[in-house]
């Protein structure tokens, strides 16, 4: 048994595995890897016109709303509570805001023009109604909102996919999807993965070094996509109330969990806070890294040296 | 104010929805020791007019559980435990007539072994069920236990059914049974028994839930105790504990948790009420306050026990009944009890270390009706413990 | 009380439970939050517990309740 790699592209960034398993295993294992991530990616894809999420968007403002399965309403559920967690800063209505956030065009929106979006934002307009299989009928109430997962869909994505290496029988293994990192196991003596958090703001450097024996590892940052206007700097991660991107916040956030999926959901909440991101922190059972913006480094995990 | 710790608990649900169990292939440990000291009995109750040693139980626990796939785990409890000290015999009256207790001389000193394993299987959103297998071993005593237990949910969680049924086999060779030092002791006997429960729980509030169950619970066989003995003061001799040899209870208990303002601090009050054919009614009420913390967690409760007599008991007797039925044991006489645990635990990495004590005090005092003549070997005891677990 | 009243009870309160649950509004997902809790278990320390219903079950008349009890003994 050996240590075994598979990289590919998909979530708009490059993924990998990483796993120990016979010779003759791992191809099999790869590709069904690979293949849960595309399934997630083609499923709720905001850019594909056959994915769940085009077809409950198409029916935004139709009395009739949209049916779904068990599938998205756990995702539906989990977007409800980073609603009301982060007292509405978080929305999976938000993205509209995308049609004027250009973050490749290094130009910020015209104020007003952010304003018009904001009656298209509004999670707590949904109505869901349960169906007995574990689905729901779903109600976009005005014409004009969308939904996507964005906000959590990756590290979901990468929970799905450690799940899929679980079920291959990779007891000693983790996948990568971006910054966003769901772990089966370690290494077969016991040993964690190391992992190096980005240096906020040098690529090529990393700022600290975790270890991860199991469980789930998010990392978000102000570099991820910005914009630096006047010197200042705008991150991508917007406050779904205004419009704007959260001021004053830490330069990136890292978080371990048992999942993916909630170290994802403590990390965006967190950065979320803006200036209060310490304070909201401190109860955090979960271990975390913060950088300030002046590259101090909080949390638990500082005390981590990079090798 | 929302924190990082209350967005975990609000979301945990949930992502536990999407993505299944975080940790497959994830187990526990835990160990238990536990000292258990009954207080002496008091010189004013005791036939010899001198205070007398009572009981004494050293217990080890260990208990380990492994997920075996995505919906099944699988458990195993080992127990031993070495009980020493002396026990209640039979009660006679003084010379003013009041009963005093006659303990047994001689001090016991015994062993008692038991494996239990137990297999459950998770349906996710429809429910649970468990199959369980038993077996304990004594010196004198063997028992086996065999249960299957199920809880069938609502889909949207508000509201779940469980229902149990298990069966029992068990047999006793009493020491010294059929001897010269103890002729009419029983050698060796059995008795069997079986019970059902079925209950409700009921999400009230997101901070409220509530559950109801009865239960029922019926044996049959040898159920008198064999080291125990009544005495008839007509003829000032003894005969051997003798109990019906079928015995049917049932009980209905009520159990409420309430939230309090943070999350993580929860009260507790539950209250059963049970009843047999022998004429036991009895009421147990207990009221905690727990909390569950990241790092620390502790409980505080309150227990007050309350019980009528069995219609064949009594301290002692003029003559014998004509059904032939006598006993003196304190468990079937009329008293009460309060009790009061205390419980704390630290969580460091995947450990969990705990620590507890208890108190119990019997008393005609605390008994809900009036007690014209106490049992004197009514018990009081203390009780400590210290645990620690482990996750994998 | 005998069983037969204690049936009815039962009967009664399940009746409760159900129209409760008519009543009731479906917990939202991020209020199970205090439901979640450990604090708010049936039992919050199972090891212990089954210990101290073993001792309960003992020494008193009483038994059963929630559940089923554990091995049985010879205990005096």
């Known amino acids: 048994m050996r240590l075994h790699q598979h990289e590919f592209h998909a979530l708009g960034g490059p993924c990998g595995l990483s796993f120990h398993a016979e010779d003759d295993a791992a191809a099999r294992v790869s590709a069904a890897v690979e293949a849960e991530v595309r399934r997630v990616e083609r ?54 805001l995308r049609e004027v956030w250009d973050f490749r065009s290094g130009r910020l929106p015209e104020p007003a023009a952010v304003t018009a979006l904001l009656p298209r934002i509004g999670w707590s307009l949904l109505r869901r109604r349960r169906l007995a299989d574990g689905g729901e009928q779903l109600w976009l109430p005005r014409p004009g909102m969308a939904l996507d997962f964005g906000g959590f869909g990756k590290e979901y994505a990468a929970d799905r996919a450690a799940a899929v290496l679980r079920a291959e029988g990779i007891r000693h293994g983790l ?71 959260v001021a004053d916040g830490p330069a990136s956030l890292s978080v371990t969990a048992p999942s993916c999926l909630l170290a994802g959901a403590v990390c965006t909440l967190g950065l979320l806070q803006g200036a209060r991101a310490l304070d909201w922190l401190a109860d955090c059972p979960q271990p975390w890294l913060a950088v300030d913006a002046g590259l101090g480094l909080h949390g638990a995990l500082a005390r981590a040296e990079v090798a | 104010m929302k924190t990082a710790s209350g967005l975990l608990l609000a979301l945990a649900p949930a992502a536990l929805a999407a993505t299944g169990p975080a940790q497959a292939g994830e187990g526990s440990v835990e160990y238990l020791y536990s000292n258990y000291h009954e207080d002496d009995l008091p ?40 009980m ?68 069938l949910k609502a889909w949207d969680g508000t509201q779940s059914v469980t229902a149990g049924m298990s069966w029992f086999d068990d047999r006793l060779e009493p020491t010294d049974g059929g001897s010269p030092l103890y002729p009419g002791r029983v050698i060796e006997a059995g008795k069997q028994g079986g019970s059902l429960y079925a209950g409700v729980i009921q999400v009230l509030t997101p901070r409220d839930q509530f559950r109801l ?11 008198s105790d064999p080291y125990k003995l009544a005495y008839i003061t007509g003829s000032a001799s003894t005969v051997a504990d003798s109990r019906p040899d079928r015995r049917v209870s049932g009980a209905l208990s009520a159990q409420y948790r309430h939230s309090l303002a943070t999350p993580g601090l929860a009260l507790q009050a539950d209250y059963r009420y049970f009843q047999d054919d022998w004429g036991v009614q009895a009421h147990t009420a207990t009221l905690a306050l727990n909390r569950s913390g990241s790092l620390w967690d502790w409980s505080a409760s309150l227990r007050w026990y309350s019980q009528s007599q069995a219609d064949f008991y009594a301290p002692f007797y003029a003559s014998l009944r004509g059904d032939g039925l006598a006993s003196s044991d304190y468990r079937l006489s009329p008293y009460g009890a309060l009790g009061a645990n205390l419980d704390i635990g630290r969580r460091l990495g995947a450990w969990r270390l705990g620590a507890g004590l208890g108190v119990y005090r019997a008393s ?27 996750q994998y | 009380m005998n069983m037969m009243t204690a ?23 991020w209020q199970r939050a205090h439901l979640a ?11 212990v517990a089954s210990y101290r219903q073993h001792v309960e079950v003992s020494k008193e008349a009483a038994s059963g309740g929630n559940g089923l009890g554990g091995n049985a003994c010879g205990c005096n």
């Open chain 2, 43 to 82: 010189a004013s109750r005791s036939a010899s007019g001198k205070a007398a040693g009572r009981y004494q139980v050293d217990s080890h626990m260990f208990r380990a559980q492994q997920p075996l796939g995505a919906s099944d785990d699988l458990s195993l409890d080992l127990t031993h435990e070495r």
């Open chain 1, 175 to 245: 996948v990568e999807l971006g910054g966003d990192i769901s772990v089966v196991g370690p290494h077969p003596d016991g040993s964690p993965w190391r992992i190096g958090i980005r240096h906020p703001r040098d690529p090529a450097r990393a700022i600290a070094a975790i270890d991860v024996a199991r469980g789930g590892l998010a990392t978000s940052g102000d570099y991820e996509r910005c914009l630096i206007v006047d010197g200042r700097r705008y991150g991508h991660i917007l406050d779904a109330r205004t419009g704007w991107p």
């Open chain 2, 84 to 151: 020493s000290g002396a026990s209640p015999w039979y009660v006679m009256p003084d010379a003013q007539g009041r009963p005093v207790q006659v303990m047994s001389g001689a001090s016991i000193s015994d062993i008692r072994n038991a494996i239990d394993a137990g297999w459950r299987h998770d349906w996710g959103r429809r429910g649970t069920a468990k199959l369980g297998l038993g077996y304990s071993q004594e010196e004198d005593y063997r028992s086996w236990q065999f249960s299957l237990e199920g809880e």
């Open chain 2, 213 to 223: 169950t009865l239960s029922t619970l019926w044996q049959q066989g040898f159920l």
């Open chain 3, 37 to 47: 809790s450990p604090a708010m278990a049936w039992e919050m320390r199972p090891q």
């Open chain 3, 7 to 29: 049936g009815r009870t039962l009967t009664l309160a399940l009746l409760l439970a159900g129209s409760a649950a008519c009543t009731v509004a479906p917990v939202k997902p």
């Open chain 1, 43 to 96: 499923k709720y894809s905001r850019y594909r016109d056959d994915s769940v999420v085009a077809a409950i968007n198409a029916s935004a403002g139709q009395a009739d709303g949209v049916l779904v399965d068990a599938e998205t309403a756990a995702l539906l559920d989990v977007a409800a509570t980073l609603h009301e967690q982060s007292d509405g800063r978080f929305d999976a209505t938000s993205g509209v």
């Open chain 2, 364 to 390: 005609e005092d605390y008994a809900l009706g009036s007690v014209a003549l106490p049992n004197p070997g009514l018990v009081s005891w203390r009780n400590g413990y210290l645990q620690m677990s482990r």
